[in-house]
């Protein structure tokens, strides 16, 4: 993709796992500045030792003052926060912590469609039910509080809703919620007595992936067919394509999903590799992919031309 090592957090990772590198002069004093604070929150002063089950303390003080700065000064106390080894890590720890039941009393877990894929997996492992709920797409993928309901009614007469799953910014289609749409939905979860799972493993697009973001849905809705809806915190675009009906029943007849079917066609003829829309789900009759935007601005413009005249030429000759 063009990026550049991430010099400085190789190198606070290295002091900390050979102290001794700490005494050689070609790491920088900010380096080394850190990973002694590190070392020195260690039991032993050493990674190797166990830490505390909620992680190293002044890791979590340093989290605890991050979302004291997000939320505007509000309080947070590192005692309430628990480290994990990534963010899929804390979510299926979190619903092995609340699934249970069986039957009709079986925990429901509600989450957004288009997901990422992790929240299905886990809970087909785990047994739990799946409560859809759609993002409005027509309105940039907004959360809806009347869908969410609807969602909730409708589960409740098979399952025992117990969970309900945000993920903003969305994956896969890097929309923020508004903070009014984000103080429904916590009224929504208190009043229906739901535990609120909050993924927010992103805040913003920053500097110049705010650029690409922008260039991305500037160039691909120029393309007869092509909707993408603006990218405001992620590294990734999910936008909808038209299918002509003849590349759906080919799709059928070779036993693929149409949105799959594309996207070899675009790898095969132009070698750029999308991810189709159906594994995140989406509405019945919509088509998707999933790509990043994280190549070089001047790389990215030749790539997302180049998926915009691909997907002209694909739907003449399937038309």
């Excluded at 002694?36 to 990674?47: F, N, P, T």
């Excluded at 675009?237 to 080919?250: D, G, N, T």
């Amino acid at each position: 993709m063009g990026q550049k090592p991430i010099t400085f957090l190789r190198q606070v990772i290295a002091l900390c796992l050979y102290p001794e590198l700490l005494n050689d002069n070609k790491f920088p004093e900010d380096a080394k500045q850190k990973a002694v604070r590190i070392l020195q929150a260690c039991g032993g002063h050493s990674l190797g030792s166990y830490s505390a089950s909620q992680g190293i303390e002044v890791i979590r003080q340093d989290v605890a003052k991050y979302i004291e700065k997000r939320d505007g000064g509000i309080k947070s106390n590192p005692d309430d926060l628990y480290l994990s080894t990534g963010a899929s890590d804390s979510i299926v720890t979190m619903l092995k912590l609340l699934v249970a039941g069986q039957g009709n009393s079986r925990t429901g877990v509600m989450i957004p469609i288009p997901q990422y894929p992790l929240y299905s997996a886990a809970l087909a492992e785990l047994g739990a039910v799946q409560v859809n709920y759609y993002l409005d797409e027509e309105n940039n993928w907004a959360l809806d509080i009347k869908e969410l309901r609807r969602a909730l009614e409708e589960a409740r007469k098979h399952c025992n809703p117990k969970v309900l799953c945000i993920i903003n910014p969305g994956n896969p289609t890097g929309q923020v919620q508004s903070r009014k749409c984000i103080e429904e939905v916590i009224r929504f979860a208190a009043e229906e007595n739901l535990f609120l799972m909050a993924d927010e493993e992103k805040q913003a697009v920053l500097g110049n992936l705010a650029e690409k973001a922008r260039l991305t849905e500037e160039i691909l809705n120029q393309a007869p067919g092509i909707r993408c809806n603006p990218v405001q915190g992620a590294m990734y675009s999910f936008p909808r394509i038209e299918i002509p009906e003849r590349a759906i029943k080919l799709a059928q007849e070779e036993g693929q999903a149409p949105d799959m079917f594309f996207c070899m066609k675009l790898l095969e003829e132009t070698g750029i590799c999308v991810v189709p829309g159906r594994g995140f789900g989406q509405r019945e009759g919509t088509h998707h992919f999933r790509m990043t935007i994280l190549p070089p601005t001047e790389k990215l413009k030749i790539l997302v031309e180049r998926l915009k005249d691909f997907h002209q030429k694909f739907v003449q000759e399937y038309s």
